[in-house]
Structures are given as structure tokens and as C-alpha cells.
């Protein structure tokens, strides 16, 4: 069995971001996370403020989990850079999600989403772990008129 490449360890840890997500287990969302002091961890979540500090970025994830009945990720566009002890993933969040069901029905409506994430991980004697996470929405393209229609 051969090792895997620091690149390959960086893309595991970022795909069990997502699954813990979808499973909505937030003890194993806590361990992805870095935990020391003077690593302050962030994140922010689209359209959200930046959260700052471990508690903070945690709760936020119990929250998310509580309120969210299905969500499921889609990764595309993923690209990892790894430099000494600290990695860079970029890629495509293509979300499905759904939230309580109404009428007795199994599951709420499902929405589907795009969000740009960036993602850094730091080295750690127990594996790279979360040190920043930001989600950017990718908004829809509109139509635009051309200029030469524009009502006078």
C-alpha cells in the first residue's frame, strides 16, 4: 500500500467536511476543526457575517444541522495547493437541501444551490484540519436587456 500524497490526505479531509455535513454529526464536525488556542479557526457561512473563534464556528454548524432536514454536496471544480504545513482547497458546492416537511409529508421542498467555497487546512499531529472555511454564492445569471432597448 503506498502513502498518500499530502494533496490526497488534504482531499479526504476536505470531502469529510461535506459528509459530516450530510450526516449532520456534529461531534465529527468538531473534530475536523482546528482545536488550539492560537490557531483562531473562522468561517463564514453565505450571506452570514464572519464567525471567529471555535465556539462561535461550531455553534453555527449546530444550528445549520439542527434546521437543515436533507442536504447533500456536490463537489465539482475542486483544486488543492499544499504548501509546508497549510493546504488550500477551492472548489463548487452544487447543493441540494430541504428543510422540515409540511402536511405530513416525508421532506420539505428541495432547493438546490451553487456556492464557491475556499477552504484552508492546517497540518496537525492528528491529520490537517479545518482553519478557515468561506462560502461565497454564485448568483444567477439574469438577461440583460441591451442598452439600445432602454426605454427613453
Not at 488550539?36 to 473563534?53: F, T
Not at 439542527?66 to 452544487?94: G, K, P, R
Request: proline letters at 5%; one cysteine or more; charged letters at 25%.
Amino acid at each position: 500500500m503506498t502513502a498518500r500524497t499530502d494533496s490526497e490526505q488534504v482531499e479526504l479531509a476536505n470531502t469529510a467536511f461535506y459528509e459530516v455535513m450530510e450526516r449532520g454529526d456534529y461531534d465529527a464536525m468538531s473534530g475536523l476543526w482546528l482545536d488550539e488556542e492560537d490557531e483562531l479557526v473562522s468561517c463564514v457561512h453565505p450571506g452570514w457575517p464572519v464567525l471567529s473563534g471555535r465556539g462561535e464556528v461550531l455553534r453555527s454548524y449546530a444550528v445549520i444541522m439542527a434546521n437543515t432536514e436533507y442536504i447533500q454536496f456536490f463537489l465539482t471544480d475542486v483544486e488543492v495547493s499544499v504548501l509546508s504545513d497549510t493546504a488550500l482547497v477551492t472548489c463548487t458546492e452544487n447543493i441540494l437541501s430541504g428543510g422540515p416537511a409540511e402536511d405530513g409529508a416525508e421532506l420539505g421542498p428541495l432547493v438546490g444551490q451553487l456556492v464557491v467555497a475556499t477552504n484552508v487546512f492546517r497540518r496537525t499531529p492528528r491529520g490537517w484540519k479545518i482553519w478557515a472555511h468561506h462560502g461565497s454564492p454564485v448568483l444567477a445569471e439574469t438577461e440583460a436587456e441591451p442598452d439600445d432597448e432602454t426605454p427613453a
